[in-house]
């Protein structure tokens, strides 16, 4: 799955669940839809299920899906392609089917309560705070767990498990190494105050990132009213828990069959609400807010059902309600304002820190470069920027979603490596490669928006002030060494910058890495590093290649000149490569290059 922020890989299962839209296009329009049609069913169930549960009243229902329709961070969610938008759904299908089992005498639905949770867990590890308020269902309302379901739960929900584990098994248990290296536990209130963030929204407005300063007065303004509103919903909304939690107390043993009940769905909604807060008061992992789109909709139940509790006829109940309605009128108005107006911020904005880069705007610079290819009719399109990995990488990962199928295309890594194909290419430069373009800054480009650029490259290599490699240079998978520089501080505690320039003359289908050894007078090595220089899936006949490797000087290093050793192994077995000579037979294994004495600091 995807890789997460604790330092372990997801489950793959929001992948799957994602497949019936990859299914039929590619395009990741298609997919944001299916997103935002996920948050319409959360709402579309969320006012459902308030509705059907004992206790419901006129008013619950309503306010419910209302709150859950205008969360701004919902929302917000569901313009994602990304784990979090099956979250809403799964957690309120799971609490549905658990109240149906537990509550109403459903016992069957309790094996799909617990598939529904299993799901959730992998989804998104943050469902794992619900594991306490789940245990005590099941044993405050013991009578109803019958073994066959929860049996047939269990065994359901480990199969859609198996990928994962089979996974953790192969790999020797990543997850488990990497919650032994958490850092010790810390116990604060940013739980609760990411509670109420996720609850309210009324810091939406962070969508702006850097770009908040462009932000209008009256959205500001409107900030400020929205922050009001949000403290006092959030006041209301803990007054609401305490008095409906007195009321299933009250209620716990009633003789009427429907006003027990009743109590029970207050007891579940309110514990599904408070417990993932509890649970996270003390943690070890950063927490971060979308970990909290797991109780946002159980905050939208008990407020509904909160202010169905107080309907009745007594005056003091009728100012309560209107009261009430009034917070949720006012809290629920900014919350709209303040969709509508980051919405259109953001679709016109770059907002690194916030929301990120517009759609709109990438799939238009990806038009841009696609056309370009076309009109020249360039064998390929190079996307220079942070990262060459579409599974890790930020933006390979978006221009592999929305070039696919249009044109041939590769990455390149501009913090490591500057890529010269041997034919006519179109190289489109992200606005975040920085000095990283530099090997390409003599080329005419052509200004897109958001800070991109294209230039087209004619096969030739441009003068990079490199000094020529010794013979014999060329390695047995066909790599060429052609030339080096270097730039840095070549002293002890230093570090040196070595860009080496290589060349593909024939294709090898192993994985090989090039070691770099920095040497003292003595050929004593005091630094070194193992690179790629370029992923071996990207290489291709022909390719020209410069390569950055970083040394660090080892500090008690004495004085230069330093000399480096390069040399290249198939990976992972770390079996060094031959040199060839002119012959073709093995000459050595490396290629040793004295640096000149004096040079760049």
Not at 90 to 107: K, Q
Not at 479 to 490: T, V
Request: contains cysteine; aromatic residues 10%; glycine residues 10%.
């Amino acid at each position: 799955g995807l890789p997460s922020s604790a330092g372990f890989a997801h489950s793959p299962i929001s992948l799957y669940l994602y497949v019936p839209v990859f299914l039929v296009t590619g395009s990741p329009i298609a997919a944001t839809v299916y997103s935002g049609l996920l948050g319409v069913l959360a709402v579309a169930l969320g006012w459902w299920l308030a509705r059907r549960w004992p206790g419901s009243g006129t008013w619950g229902p309503r306010v419910a899906g209302l709150l859950l329709a205008a969360s701004p961070w919902l929302v917000v969610f569901t313009r994602k392609v990304w784990q979090i938008v099956f979250v809403p759904v799964l957690a309120l299908a799971f609490v549905g089917l658990a109240i149906s089992a537990l509550v109403e005498g459903r016992h069957r639905h309790l094996a799909w309560a617990v598939v529904a949770y299993a799901l959730l867990v992998q989804v998104h590890p943050s469902a794992v705070t619900l594991a306490p308020a789940f245990l005590l269902w099941l044993v405050l309302f013991r009578r109803q767990v019958k073994a066959g379901p929860l049996a047939l739960g269990v065994l359901l929900g480990a199969a859609t498990a198996v990928p994962y584990l089979v996974y953790q098994v192969r790999e020797g248990w990543p997850l488990l190494a990497a919650l032994r290296a958490l850092p010790d536990p810390v116990t604060d209130l940013e739980a609760v105050r990411l509670a109420v963030r996720a609850i309210t929204g009324s810091d939406v407005y962070a969508l702006a990132g850097d770009a908040y300063p462009l932000l209008g007065t009256g959205v500001r303004f409107a900030q400020m009213v929205h922050g009001a509103a949000g403290l006092v919903a959030a006041a209301l909304l803990a007054a609401g828990i305490a008095f409906l939690a007195w009321r299933a107390l009250r209620r716990w043993r009633a003789p009427g069959a429907g006003e027990r009940q009743a109590a029970a769905v207050d007891l579940v909604l309110i514990s599904w609400l408070v417990v993932p807060v509890l649970f996270n008061l003390r943690h070890g992992l950063e927490l971060h807010l979308h970990s909290f789109a797991l109780i946002v909709p159980a905050a939208c139940l008990v407020a509904g059902r909160a202010l169905d509790a107080l309907a009745g006829r007594e005056a003091h109940r009728q100012v309560g309600l209107v009261a009430g309605l009034g917070v949720v009128a006012w809290l629920v108005t900014f919350q709209v304002l303040a969709l509508v107006s980051m919405a259109r911020f953001v679709a016109t904005h770059d907002t690194p820190g916030g929301f990120g880069r517009p759609l709109g705007q990438t799939l238009a610079v990806a038009g841009s470069a696609v056309a370009a290819v076309e009109a020249e009719g360039a064998a390929e399109l190079l996307v220079v920027g942070q990262g060459d990995l579409p599974a890790t990488d930020g933006t390979p990962a978006i221009f592999d979603a929305v070039l696919r199928d249009r044109v041939p295309y590769r990455f390149v890594d501009a913090g490591s490596a500057a890529l010269f194909p041997p034919h006519l290419t179109v190289a489109l430069i992200a606005p975040d490669t920085g000095a990283g373009a530099g090997p390409y800054g003599a080329q005419p480009a052509q200004d897109l928006p958001g800070g991109y650029r294209l230039l087209s490259l004619d096969g030739s290599l441009p003068d990079a002030g490199l000094a020529s490699f010794p013979a014999p240079r060329t390695f047995e998978n066909g790599i060429e060494l052609q030339g080096y520089r270097w730039e840095g501080s070549a002293v002890a505690g230093g570090e040196i910058d070595v860009w080496l320039l290589w060349k593909v003359l024939w294709s090898d289908p192993d994985d090989t890495h090039f070691f770099v050894h920095l040497l003292d007078r003595q050929d004593q090595q005091i630094g070194q590093q193992d690179s790629a220089g370029y992923p071996t899936a990207y290489r291709r006949k022909g390719d020209q290649i410069l390569s950055r490797f970083r040394l660090n000087v080892a500090e008690g290093a004495g004085p230069g000149p330093y000399a480096i050793r390069v040399g290249l192994y198939r990976y992972p077995e770390v079996a060094n490569l031959s040199l060839l000579d002119g012959n073709g037979n093995p000459a050595g294994e490396s290629v040793f290059v004295e640096l000149l004495p004096a040079g760049p600091s």
